[in-house]
C-alpha cells in the first residue's frame, strides 16, 4: 500500500502537471472506485467544469483543489495508480475506473486492480466531511516538531513502537514498509514500548522517522515484489533498492551480517534485526 513517500512523490507531480487545468469530462467506468457517492453521475458533475487550484496531502490520501470550494479526494488504497495520458488513443489498461479529461487536453486516470482505492468529491472543510481526516496526527515531513515534544507525545501513550507509528491518529502517512525502515534506522524493536524510551533513543527515532522518508521521497518511493506502486508516469519508485530490512528475512543485515528475521505482528508481518535493535 503506497506510503507517505508514494503519495508525496504523486503530490509533487500532479502540483506540476494538472494544476491550472480544467476538468471538462469526467467517465466513471467503474462505480466501486466513486462508491462514496450515491451514482457516479453525482460524482462527474461536482467535477466537470471547475479548474484545478492546488495539491494537498493529508497522511495517504491527496486533496485535488478545485475552484468552487470543492475538493476531489483521493485514496489509492493497495493497489491505485493515477496516471498521466496525453489523450484517448493512448491505450487504457484494463483496470481503469476513472477517466478525466482536460479542457487543454490530455487525461488523468484512476487504474486500481483490487479497487480497495477510491475517488471523491467533499467541500472545502474537508476535516468535516470525511471521517478518516478527522483527528490525524501530526505530518512527520511538513511539521516540524522539537524531539521533546515528540517525547511527550511518545510518553503521552503506552503502546508498542510500530503499532503507534502505523497510527494514523499519531502521525500520519507511515505504514508497515516505512515503520520497519524507521525503526532499523532508530536501532529499536517494534515491540519497544512508547514510554520506554531514553531521551537519547526519543531523538533517534525522531531523526531516523524524518530521514527515512526524506530519503524515500528522493528515491521516489518504493515499488514492493507487485510493483504495483507506480507514479504519475507509469515508472516504479527507487527505494526498495535502500531497503534494510523490510522484505529481507534470511538476508544479511547490511549493518551486521546477521541474518534479518521476520516476526507477525497485529497479523502481519514486520521485519527487524535482533542484533542492530534492541
Ligand atoms: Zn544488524
Not at 457517492?37 to 484545478?52: A, Q, S, V
Request: glycine share 10%; charged share 30%; aromatic share 8%.
Amino acid at each position: 500500500m503506497p506510503e507517505l513517500p508514494e503519495v508525496e512523490t504523486i503530490r509533487r507531480d500532479l502540483d506540476k502537471e494538472v494544476v491550472g487545468r480544467r476538468i471538462k469530462t469526467v467517465e466513471v467506468k467503474g462505480e466501486r472506485s466513486v462508491r462514496r457517492h450515491k451514482d457516479p453521475k453525482e460524482f462527474c458533475t461536482r467535477l466537470e467544469g471547475h479548474k484545478i487550484t492546488g495539491i494537498r496531502r493529508a497522511g495517504k490520501y491527496l486533496l485535488i483543489d478545485l475552484d468552487g470550494d470543492e475538493v476531489l479526494v483521493v485514496h489509492l488504497g493497495m493497489s491505485g495508480q493515477l496516471q498521466r495520458a496525453k489523450g484517448p488513443k493512448e491505450p487504457l489498461d484494463k483496470h481503469t475506473h476513472v477517466i478525466i479529461t482536460f479542457t487543454q487536453g490530455g487525461e488523468l486516470r484512476f487504474v486500481d486492480p483490487r479497487t480497495f482505492g477510491e475517488l471523491f468529491v467533499t467541500g472545502a472543510n474537508v476535516e468535516a466531511e470525511v471521517p478518516e481526516l478527522d483527528h490525524l496526527g501530526f505530518d512527520p515531513i511538513d511539521e516540524v516538531m522539537s524531539w521533546g515534544r515528540f517525547g511527550q507525545l511518545l510518553a503521552d501513550r503506552h503502546g508498542q513502537l510500530k503499532t503507534l507509528l502505523m497510527d494514523q491518529k499519531f502521525v500520519a502517512g507511515i505504514g508497515n514498509v516505512y515503520s520497519d525502515e524507521i525503526l532499523f534506522a532508530a536501532g529499536l524493536r517494534y515491540d519497544r514500548m512508547s514510554d520506554s524510551l531514553s531521551a537519547q533513543e526519543i531523538r533517534r527515532l525522531y531523526r531516523a522517522m524524518v530521514e527515512t522518508l526524506t530519503e524515500a521521497i528522493k528515491y521516489r518511493g518504493s515499488s514492493l515484489a507487485d510493483e504495483q506502486y507506480r507514479d504519475l508516469f507509469g515508472a516504479t519508485g527507487d527505494f526498495q533498492g535502500q531497503h534494510q530490512v523490510y522484505d529481507r528475512a534470511g538476508q544479511a543485515c547490511r549493518r551486521c551480517r546477521n541474518p534479518v528475521v521476520r516476526v507477525k505482528v497485529n497479523g502481519r508481518s514486520a521485519y527487524l534485526c535482533e542484533h542492530c535493535q534492541i
